[in-house]
């Protein structure tokens, strides 16, 4: 329904049968219902779409982590989430459209000057956990003891994400992450990262070899 805020002989703002009102410097416009293009999509077109949804669908379940991951790898006119897409949208997708999928070792969440978990490793021992360590140095030269562990596991058979944000302080040096019981069996691909304690700061994710947990 559109809405006459400045009388009878103002504009109107919103829908109104097959118009649209709004007021756009200083002017009030109105302009048609854009139609549905009848035009079939060429294949550029879909394989496009595709390989923006392969991206988008996977990066908006870790929207939280890449606010603070990417929170210093941004242009001014440029959200987190949005570097994080154009970022993985040219280096991580893999594939013949419209059938794309993500090179999992070459996408990140996290871009950032903090150190990484130096020399991290993983292993699984125990049905459905994932232990992890790392060594205790700063390979950028930028961080603390008091960094935060930060992990991400993903189940592409199950097409499911276990994170956890601040698990233990950098110096803790090795962390055991419980895993939903239907993860055991199954290949799964892992990324971790830091975080500063205050969260001002963050360094690059790092991708780990897929392991198959007990």
Same mark, same amino acid.
């Given at each position: 329904?559109?809405?006459?805020?400045?009388?009878?002989?103002?504009?109107?703002?919103?829908? =109104?049968?097959?118009?649209?009102?709004?007021?756009?410097?200083?002017?009030?416009?109105?302009?048609?219902?854009?139609?549905?293009?009848?035009?079939?999509?060429? =294949?550029?077109?879909?394989?496009?779409?595709? /390989?923006?949804?392969?991206? &988008?669908?996977?990066?908006?379940?870790?929207?939280?982590?890449?606010?603070?991951?990417?929170?210093?790898?941004?242009?001014?006119?440029?959200?987190?989430?949005?570097?994080?897409? &154009?970022?993985?949208?040219?280096?991580?997708?893999?594939?013949?459209?419209?059938?794309?999928?993500? *090179?999992?070792?070459?996408?990140?969440?996290? /871009?950032?000057?903090?150190? !990484?978990?130096?020399?991290?490793?993983?292993?699984?021992?125990?049905?459905?956990?994932?232990?992890?360590?790392?060594? *205790?140095?700063?390979? =950028?030269?930028?961080?603390?003891? =008091? *960094?935060?562990?930060?992990?991400? &596991?993903?189940?592409?058979?199950?097409?499911?994400?276990?994170?956890?944000?601040?698990?233990?302080?950098?110096?803790?040096?090795?962390?055991?992450?419980?895993?939903?019981?239907?993860?055991?069996? /199954? &290949?799964?691909?892992?990324?971790? !990262?830091?975080? !500063?304690? *205050?969260?001002?700061?963050?360094?690059?994710?790092?991708?780990?070899?897929?392991?198959?947990?007990?």
């Amino acid at each position: 329904m559109g809405i006459q805020h400045w009388g009878a002989f103002g504009g109107f703002q919103n829908k =109104t049968g097959a118009l649209v009102g709004h007021y756009t410097n200083g002017q009030n416009v109105i302009t048609a219902i854009p139609h549905p293009s009848q035009t079939p999509a060429t =294949t550029a077109q879909i394989n496009q779409r595709a /390989k923006f949804k392969t991206v &988008v669908s996977f990066l908006s379940r870790l929207t939280g982590l890449i606010r603070i991951g990417f929170q210093n790898a941004h242009g001014a006119k440029q959200s987190a989430f949005n570097a994080a897409f &154009v970022y993985n949208y040219q280096n991580a997708v893999i594939g013949v459209g419209p059938d794309f999928t993500l *090179d999992y070792a070459k996408f990140v969440y996290s /871009k950032g000057n903090l150190s !990484s978990p130096y020399a991290a490793e993983f292993l699984t021992d125990v049905p459905a956990k994932i232990k992890f360590s790392w060594l *205790d140095y700063l390979g =950028t030269g930028i961080g603390a003891q =008091t *960094d935060m562990f930060t992990v991400v &596991v993903y189940c592409p058979v199950l097409d499911q994400f276990v994170t956890l944000a601040n698990a233990v302080p950098r110096s803790a040096l090795t962390y055991t992450l419980q895993l939903p019981p239907p993860f055991s069996g /199954k &290949v799964v691909n892992a990324w971790v !990262s830091m975080v !500063s304690a *205050d969260g001002k700061l963050a360094s690059n994710s790092i991708s780990l070899p897929d392991i198959t947990v007990l």
